[in-house]
């Protein structure tokens, strides 16, 4: 009887011990801080940019499970996503340079064109994982003529 009871009591030690090891593997969802978004010869963070000038993001990403790609979209406020056969402008690009790293701080310069509209716009920010986990940041984004 004592046997039995030795058994079922490692058993269940063994099964508590190794459900609680699978938790563990889990990987969180990157964690991204912006930190700067403005004028890119100013390096400010009044979240404007001029037309014909550069926006500056200075974002910081934590990502456990290796970032993959970094997605940067801006469209005009109010509006989703669209195909670029519209004729609004809008920029929806994919850096892959930062791929394999854990942690980095984005500092990159984004054209902005001279055929965008003045007004307000959307700042989307997403990053996945090669776990494919994804996080996303956004923000408001004003842009205004020279």
Known sequence: MNTRIFIITLALTAGFFFSSCEKDDEVDKPVI??????????HGNDH????GGELHMDIDILAEGKISTVQVI?????????DFQDEEWEI?????KFSGLI?????????????????????DFIVTDMEGNQSSADAELLLKEE
Do not use: P, R
């Not at 801080?33 to 100013?42: F, K």
């Not at 929806?92 to 892959?96: A, C, Q, R």
């Open 48 to 51: 404007t940019a001029t037309i």
């Open 74 to 82: 801006i469209h005009h406020e109010g509006e989703g996503h669209k």
């Open 103 to 123: 942690n980095t701080t984005f500092h990159e310069h984004l054209e902005i064109d001279t055929t965008a509209e003045a007004g307000d716009y959307h700042f």
């Open 92 to 96: 929806d690009t994919t850096y892959t």
């Open 33 to 42: 801080t912006i930190h700067e978004l403005g004028e890119g010869d100013t």
